[in-house]
C-alpha cells in the first residue's frame, strides 16, 4: 500500500524534510512536549476558522462533525449535489489526501481554499509574495480536484487574518527570476514526499530558527552536535550545508580545509558561495572547534558615549497584530547599580490600550533625553513604524524615523554583532550571546514565543501572577542587551 501524502506533510517538507521523515518514522519517545505557544497557535486558528465560518452570509454544507471515511463520502456526495459551498471536507485520489477548509464551486467544477489565522502573503505591500507553505498545500488540494475530474483550473484561494480572500494562482512563477512555476514547485516537492515516505530519500537535521518550536527540537540538537553539522556554524544554513557537505563534510573538516583548494577563478566550485562567505564560515568552525576560543571584533566599531542610556525591548502578539510591552532599562554613567526597569504593558488586548502604552513609550524617550538608546535586531525600528501609523496622534513618521537613524540610537545585531564581531556560538540572537556571556534569564522557559502565551493567558484571566512573568522576562531581555553592551565594549580587535 503506498505511503498517503498530505497537505500538512507538504506544509512541513517546504520547512524541513527531516521532520517529515521524523514524523513518519522517528521514536515517538524523543519527542519533546508541544509547546505552549505552537498549542495557542492551533487553538487560534480553530478560534479563527469558527469565527469566520459563523460570519458567512451565504449557505453552505458543514461537515465539520464527521471524520475519516464518513467525511470523505460526504464530501463526494455534496460535490455531485453541486453544493456551491463545502465546509471542512475531504477529498483524496491515489496517494494524496487533502482536507480543504473550503471547496467552493466554479462551474461545473471546484476550487479549493483554506481559512489561515495569518496574512495571506509575505513580505511587503509592494513586493507581497504567496507563502509557499501555503501554496503547497492548496496545489494539492488542486492535485486531487484535477485527478478527479473536478479542476476549476490551477488556482484556490486563502482566507486570511486580514479577512482578504488571497488567490493563489499555481500558474505563475514563483519568483519572478525563474520561470518555475508554483505548480512545477509543486510535482518537484511531491516526488520528494514520495521519496521520503517509501525511505528512498535520506535526510539529515539541520539547525536553523524555525527548530526552536519543533517537536523534534531536542533530538535534532543530538544529532547534529554528534554530526558536527555544518549548520552548527552561523548563518550556514540547509542550502549552503547541502552544498558544501561532499568537500566539507563537518565542522572540522571546515576548520582545518585550506579554502583556496575551492577556488575557481574570482569563484568558487559551490553555486552561490564566493570565497569571502568561505573565509567567514572557515572563521566561525575555528571558533567552534577550538576549546579556549573568545569572541573578538573584527573591526573597529564606534559607540555612542552618554551618561544616560536606555535598553529597549517590546513584545508583540502577532496573532492580534498587537504590540502590547514596551520594556526600558535605564543606566546612568555606566554604574549598574543605577539601573531602573520601565515596563510599559498595554492592559487590554485594544487599539485604545495599544496607543496609550505606544505614547507612553514615546513620551519616556522624550524626557530622557539626551541618551544613547540600545536594542537588538531591526524589529523594534520595524514595530514602531507600524505603531506610527496606526496611532499618528503619538508621533510623526519623521519622528520615528530621525529617531532610529540617530547615531546615538543603535541596533547592536545590524550594526555591531552581525557585521564586525565573531562568537564560538552556534546563532548570534540576544539569548545565545547574553548565556555565552554568563547572563541567565529568571524564567525557566524565556522566549518572545512564550511570552505571547503569557500575555493571552493574562488578557483572559487577569492573573497578577502571569502579569509579573511578562514584565520579569522583558526585563531580563532588557538587561540581556546591557550585559552584551558592556561585552562588546571590551572585545579584542583582531584586524
Not at 481554499?113 to 509574495?129: L, P, T, V
Not at 563534510?249 to 566550485?269: C, E, H, L, N, W
Not at 547574553?434 to 518572545?448: H, N
Request: proline residues 5%; charged residues 25%; negative net charge.
Amino acid at each position: 500500500m503506498p505511503a498517503t501524502i498530505t497537505a500538512s506533510m507538504l506544509y512541513d517538507l517546504v520547512h524541513c524534510p527531516h521532520r517529515v521523515a521524523l514524523d513518519l518514522f522517528g521514536d515517538p519517545s524523543a519527542r519533546d512536549r508541544v509547546s505552549s505557544f505552537v498549542q495557542l497557535l492551533w487553538e487560534n486558528g480553530s478560534r479563527f476558522e469558527r469565527a469566520t465560518i459563523e460570519r458567512l452570509s451565504v449557505p453552505f454544507t458543514d461537515l465539520s462533525s464527521y471524520s475519516g471515511d464518513e467525511k470523505e463520502r460526504r464530501t463526494r456526495e455534496a460535490i455531485e449535489r453541486g453544493d456551491a459551498l463545502i465546509y471542512a471536507g475531504r477529498i483524496s485520489v491515489d496517494d494524496l489526501v487533502g482536507q480543504p477548509d473550503l471547496l467552493r464551486r466554479d462551474g461545473d467544477d471546484y476550487v479549493p481554499g483554506d481559512i489561515k489565522s495569518g496574512a495571506g502573503e509575505e513580505g511587503h505591500e509592494d513586493d507581497a509574495r504567496l507563502k509557499p507553505h501555503y501554496a503547497m498545500q492548496i496545489a494539492l488540494y488542486v492535485d486531487v480536484l484535477r485527478r478527479s475530474g473536478l479542476l476549476a483550473g490551477l488556482r484556490g484561494f486563502v482566507w486570511d487574518i486580514d479577512g482578504r480572500e488571497v488567490e493563489y494562482d499555481l500558474s505563475l512563477p514563483r519568483i519572478s527570476r525563474s520561470p518555475t512555476t508554483w505548480w512545477q514547485e509543486y510535482e518537484e516537492l511531491l516526488t520528494f514526499a514520495r521519496s521520503i515516505a517509501t525511505k528512498r530519500s535520506s535526510t539529515i537535521p539541520a539547525n536553523s530558527s524555525i527548530c526552536k518550536q519543533c517537536h523534534w527540537r531536542s533530538a535534532c540538537a543530538t544529532e547534529l552536535t554528534r554530526l558536527r553539522d555544518l549548520t552548527l556554524i552561523p548563518e550556514l544554513g540547509r542550502a549552503k550545508r547541502d552544498l558544501l557537505m561532499s568537500a566539507i563534510p563537518t565542522i572540522d573538516a571546515f576548520a582545518s580545509a585550506d579554502v583556496s583548494t575551492f577556488r575557481i577563478g574570482k569563484k568558487t566550485q559551490f553555486p552561490g558561495i564566493g570565497i569571502e562567505s568561505l573565509n567567514k564560515f572557515q572563521r566561525r568552525a575555528v571558533l567552534l572547534t577550538s576549546p579556549a576560543s573568545q569572541p573578538y571584533l573584527r573591526d573597529r566599531v564606534q559607540l555612542p558615549s552618554a551618561d544616560h542610556e536606555l535598553f529597549f525591548d517590546i513584545e508583540v502578539d502577532p496573532m492580534r497584530n498587537h504590540c502590547y510591552l514596551h520594556g526600558f532599562v535605564a543606566r546612568l554613567g555606566g554604574d549598574n547599580t543605577t539601573e531602573r526597569y520601565h515596563g510599559i504593558l498595554a492592559m487590554t488586548p485594544t487599539l485604545e490600550a495599544e496607543r496609550d502604552a505606544f505614547a507612553r513609550a514615546w513620551d519616556l524617550i522624550q524626557r530622557s533625553q539626551p541618551c544613547a538608546i540600545y536594542y537588538y535586531a531591526p524589529y523594534e525600528r520595524t514595530q514602531w513604524r507600524a505603531l506610527q501609523r496606526r496611532h499618528p496622534s503619538v508621533c510623526s513618521t519623521s519622528a520615528v524615523e530621525e529617531l532610529f537613524a540617530s547615531p546615538s540610537t543603535v541596533d547592536l545585531y545590524s550594526s555591531v554583532v552581525r557585521p564586525a564581531t565573531e562568537w564560538p556560538t552556534w546563532d548570534y540572537s540576544l539569548k545565545t550571546l547574553a548565556k555565552y556571556l554568563g547572563f541567565r534569564w529568571r524564567d525557566p522557559d524565556p522566549s518572545g514565543a512564550s511570552s505571547i502565551e503569557w500575555f493571552h493567558r493574562w488578557a483572559e484571566s487577569g492573573d497578577l501572577g502571569i502579569k509579573q512573568r511578562i514584565l520579569d522576562y522583558n526585563e531580563d531581555d532588557c538587561r540581556a542587551t546591557r550585559v552584551l553592551l558592556d561585552s562588546l565594549r571590551t572585545l579584542e580587535v583582531r584586524l
